[in-house]
């Protein structure tokens, strides 16, 4: 009698470690203090400018002609970017801080190959660190551009609007790019259509 034949049994399958991305070079997670460190100096430069030249509700027109619509008009601001929520500057000076820390934990944490992120992160960190400093310097924030019918603001305030325009657009292409893979995904996994075979019917034959 033969003996049945033993089969070795089948290992499962385990499914393959998830790769992990690679961690961002110290260069790579610079971007972030590098942009945020131009944004401060340079909000904090022209702030100096204007309160060294100009008295407070001063207006100086550099083009005359363009006056209605651009001028360095010297006011402060005792709220958030583009003088919203005035009067709350004690809460905006410490917010500044725990979101900035909150930026640069993340900065550490994020993989590499994410230079636009960083920049526009480091642009709202510059941004709320320029303001926070006048709030902490002269208890309010110095702003002065005056470009017509809207809000007077200052570099910092457009540090943090650029900074989030960038965001947006980052987050805008990764969510198009997350439905195209989604529905190549789809595509792939739709069954083909097997023509059906007309089998003549015996008795008719």
Partial sequence: MNEPEMTPATEPETAAPEKKQPRAPIYERLILFIVASIAIGLDQFTKYLVESNL??????????????????????NTGATFGLFAGGGDIFRYLAIVVSLGIIYYNHILPGDQRMLRLALGLQMGGALGNMIDRFRIGHVTDFIDIGPWYIFNLADLSVVSGAVILGILVWRESRELRARQQEENDQEMPLETPVS???DPSHE
Avoid: K
Wanted: net charge negative; proline share 8%; aromatic share 20%.
């Fill in 55 to 76: 008295a407070l509700f001063e207006v100086y027109a550099p083009i005359p002609s363009l006056e209605s619509v651009f001028r360095i008009f010297h006011i402060y």
């Fill in 198 to 200: 007309h089998q003549t």
